[in-house]
């Protein structure tokens, strides 16, 4: 079983300014690491992911990510936010077991609510 | 092109009622999901179908049925509707088989609202 766990309901920042929303995972296995935005009324986008290989990982609007095995964390940063990141931000696991025919459920963690100001 | 589409944007019953709500995705992709999000905005698995057969049904009532008539198109027909099953329905799909990629492309959702 795994769960995530995400302590910041809501980060508010000034725009421009430097950002990190916090991820931790508990698993027994060995897990994948997504982060997904949901933008008001929208379904949900990947930002960026962890399968293997280099822990510090580059996804789309200039987030990144970096995992740490040691700490079970997986957190996000981004250096200078705009005002158009302002969404709702999702962490996920999944396990990296495909279960006979296919298919991985995502764990998500309860979201953190970013809202940039001016 | 919408690579994953959810029919209706909005529906609102009373209870008691059945409904279906449709989802189909255009990327070719051989495993599909539904997912539910809370008025809290906690999002959690319900079922999954790769090509066509369940292969993941997270204690869901059974008042949920998902039919997946294709590997297309993963429906979701909700029986007897609760005050409980008020809620946004995501569907999504991923390619499992033969990528590596791992990744959920998302629906736009379905909020379904039971009065």
């Known amino acids: 079983a795994q769960s995530v766990t995400q302590l910041d309901s809501q980060v508010p920042v000034f725009e421009e300014a430097p950002v990190e929303l916090r991820c931790n995972y508990s698993?027994?296995?060995?897990?994948?690491l997504f982060w997904y935005v949901q933008y008001p009324n929208q379904g949900l986008q990947l930002l960026l992911k962890?399968?293997?290989?280099?822990?510090l990982v580059k996804g789309i609007n200039g987030f990144e990510a970096e995992f740490n095995k040691s700490q079970t964390s997986f957190h996000l940063r981004k250096p200078s936010v705009h005002i158009s990141d302002t969404a709702e931000y999702f962490c996920a696991v999944s396990d990296r077991s495909l279960r006979a025919g296919g298919g991985n459920k995502l764990t998500f963690g309860t979201g953190t609510q970013l809202k940039v100001e001016l | 092109d919408t690579a994953v589409s959810q029919t209706p944007k909005y529906l609102v019953t009373q209870m008691g009622n059945d409904k279906s709500i449709k989802c189909e995705q255009n990327?070719?992709?051989?495993?599909m999901y539904w997912y539910k999000q809370d008025s809290k905005k906690f999002l959690k698995i319900m079922f999954s179908y790769n090509n066509k057969e369940l292969i993941i049904n997270e204690t869901v009532p059974n008042r949920f049925s998902p039919k997946s008539p294709d590997k297309a198109h993963l429906n979701l027909h909700i029986n007897s509707l609760e005050l409980g099953d008020s809620a946004v329905y995501f569907c999504a799909s991923s390619q499992v088989v033969g990528t590596g990629n791992h990744e959920q492309y998302f629906g736009p959702g379905t909020r379904l609202t039971v009065t």
């Open positions: 990327l070719g992709h051989d495993t």
């Open positions: 698993s027994s296995v060995s897990v994948y």
């Open positions: 962890y399968l293997s290989g280099s822990t």
